[in-house]
């Protein structure tokens, strides 16, 4: 069997990281620092709140998450480089495009706007537009050995109830026809920005698309798929399911930010909602969450499983440029209009003439010198599409990997409520808005919507009225935590978000199997139970988690275990959203 290794194809490496000051990100920039051997490590990071770049990095490396090293050199190989994800070639200046062309080896692409009901305009441009813009960007890398694009399982949350989602692109279509997502994120760009907003969501309804967020990544791997297939990028898609606090490093317990599960698990450890009744999902259905680190380390592993050529060895689910075969869907889709090809993967012909030494259609030969970044047309026809045809037999396939623990150690709704429990029990939260514990669920617990919406108006009176005490009292952080806590678990606590899908994770599977026997202690790639450890055991009061148990458990004991010394230290700040 041939095995990869991280460190092989990290060391001496220099990576691009985008999302830096985001929860993942800043996750995976002290994993490189702290454990691989990289060269140079750029961050792409915008000006912001009178900070500027330098400032801003400054501020992050001095953070908690990076404690282990504190004053060591290693820092000084992290450079900023001024952009924005949101602005047209990422509003990085000629010179820094010519230094990432000429040095990059790696890009690990973690900014996304996570905003589940943010308007389509902000969502599309940060999440298809800022990553066509990074990948155009890439067709001119001189040194370029993989792409990991940090997407999320629920990109396909538009799957019947029930499903099992496999690690492959699954088409949209009007009818019998394929959608051109690029045609249709200009469009809905082009119009007014609430029409914009009813468009889509006539389209998420016709679909079954909960929100606008997980639309805007379902578009933005379609387009991923096709700068991978055309421009011959080394290209993983990375999708973690719901991403809980850190159970090993640098830190048990860190949680980075309050946004979506992490501030839902806040609010019931804090005593929002005290009922069984407050729950909007069925309890014997799957919660698929994930630990932080695990994450990190499965986003190294595709980057060099990519780098390495193992992406025919590790990928299991037959796909077409990581799209299901058509037997998969249906012989009756027609493919969608090519007419906005050109447009989408500028940088294609460059970079493809470049790889294979042929000459553009003009007839001279395209120049790989960093100087000069013009762009070439692509040809077109019959021999041109042979020619591809071709080129598509012998290009390894597109990595999709699963991150997360439905179909390797699936955890129900009720497990995780009861956990918390536990958790809640053990931990000394300081502040609760409830005098005890709250009631376990039984697997037989169906939602009732009407009377979750009571509780969920009711404790929103409550965290209005306690936020505006703490307020009052100059505890405006406290009332924060409170109030986003609430805010989250109110947004997924829906019954449209209880889709009950679980995870194919053959990939992740096989990423673990082929990783160099010598690495597999120090990058854990799956998580489940180590051997002789059993699930459920209680926990005692201060407890510390054992590192092998579900997910949640580990997240609610590890905060149980950090509570004391992360409020007072402040080590369990938040971070706000990824960095976009």
Same mark, same amino acid.
């Given at each position: ?322 799209? @299901?075969?058509?037997? *998969?869907?249906? &012989? =009756?889709?027609? !493919?969608? %209009?090519? $007419? #906005? +090809?050109?447009? /989408? @993967?500028?940088?294609? *012909?460059?970079? &493809? =003439?470049?790889? !294979?030494? %042929?000459? $553009? #259609? +003009?007839?001279? /030969? ?7 970044? =013009? ?206």
């Amino acid at each position: 069997m041939v095995h990869y290794s991280i460190h092989d194809h990290f060391d001496g490496s220099a990576v691009l990281l985008t999302g830096s000051t985001g929860y993942v990100g800043q996750l995976v920039l002290e994993k490189l620092l702290r454990c691989l051997g990289v060269r140079t490590v750029f961050v792409l990071t915008r000006p912001k709140r009178g900070e500027d770049i330098q400032q801003r990095v400054d501020k992050l490396l001095d953070s908690p998450v990076f404690h282990l090293l504190r004053g060591n050199e290693v820092l000084r190989k992290v450079v900023p480089i001024a952009g924005d994800m949101r602005a047209t070639d990422l509003g990085i200046s000629l010179a820094d495009r010519q230094r990432l062309s000429r040095e990059t080896n790696h890009v690990i692409h973690c900014a996304a706007d996570i905003r589940l009901e943010a308007s389509i305009h902000e969502l599309l441009q940060a999440n298809y537009e800022g990553t066509r813009q990074l990948l155009k960007l890439c067709c001119y890398f001189n040194n370029l050995q993989s792409f990991v694009h940090v997407s999320s399982a629920y990109t396909n949350m538009n799957a019947p109830v029930g499903s099992l989602v496999k690690e492959a692109i699954y088409p949209l279509s009007y009818g019998d026809n394929l959608v051109d997502d690029y045609e249709l994120v200009q469009e809905l760009l082009a119009m007014p920005a609430h029409n914009a907003n009813s468009r889509a969501a006539g389209l998420m309804k016709a679909w079954n698309f909960p929100n606008n967020y997980t639309l805007s990544k379902h578009l933005a791997e379609y387009m991923v798929a096709d700068f991978h297939k055309h421009c011959k990028l080394p290209i993983a898609i990375a999708r973690p399911t719901l991403i809980s606090s850190v159970a090993q490093d640098p830190y048990p317990g860190y949680t980075g930010n309050y946004a979506g599960h992490v501030g839902a698990t806040l609010a019931f450890m804090a005593g929002l909602f005290d009922s069984p009744h407050a729950n909007n999902y069925k309890a014997s259905n799957v919660w698929d969450v994930i630990p932080a680190d695990v994450v990190v380390n499965d986003i190294l592993a595709a980057a060099a499983a990519v780098s390495a050529g193992l992406t025919r060895a590790v990928t299991a689910t037959p796909t077409r440029d990581g799209r @299901l075969l058509d037997s *998969a869907y249906g &012989s =009756s889709h027609t !493919s969608a %209009s090519n $007419t #906005s +090809s050109h447009d /989408k @993967l500028e940088g294609m *012909a460059w970079r &493809s =003439s470049k790889r !294979s030494g %042929s000459k $553009t #259609s +003009s007839g001279s /030969k395209t120049s790989s010198g960093s100087g000069s970044m =013009s762009l070439q047309p692509y040809g077109s026809g019959p021999q041109a599409d042979a020619q591809q045809q071709q080129q598509d037999d012998q290009q390894p396939p597109l990595l999709i990997v699963h991150i997360g623990s439905s179909t390797l150690y699936p955890l129900t709704i009720m497990e995780s409520w009861n956990y918390g429990i536990e958790g809640y029990g053990a931990w000394d939260a300081g502040v609760r808005l409830c005098s005890g514990c709250a009631a376990p669920l039984t697997v037989d617990h169906e939602p009732n919507p009407e009377l979750a919406a009571k509780y969920v108006a009711w404790t929103g009176w409550k965290v209005w009225a306690v936020t505006k005490v703490f307020g009052w009292m100059g505890q405006e952080r406290v009332a924060r935590k409170l109030s986003i806590g609430f805010e989250s678990f109110a947004l997924l606590n829906q019954p449209k978000t209880d889709v009950n899908l679980r995870f194919s994770s053959n990939n992740m599977q096989r990423l673990a199997a082929l990783l160099d026997p010598r690495e597999r202690s120090e990058f854990l790639l799956l998580w489940k139970p180590k051997p002789g450890t059993a699930r459920g055991s209680a926990l005692a009061a201060g407890a510390a988690p054992r590192f092998g148990l579900s997910s949640t458990t580990a997240a609610t004991a590890a905060v149980a275990a950090a509570g004391k010394a992360g409020a007072s230290s402040g080590l369990l700040q938040p971070f706000g959203s990824e960095e976009v």
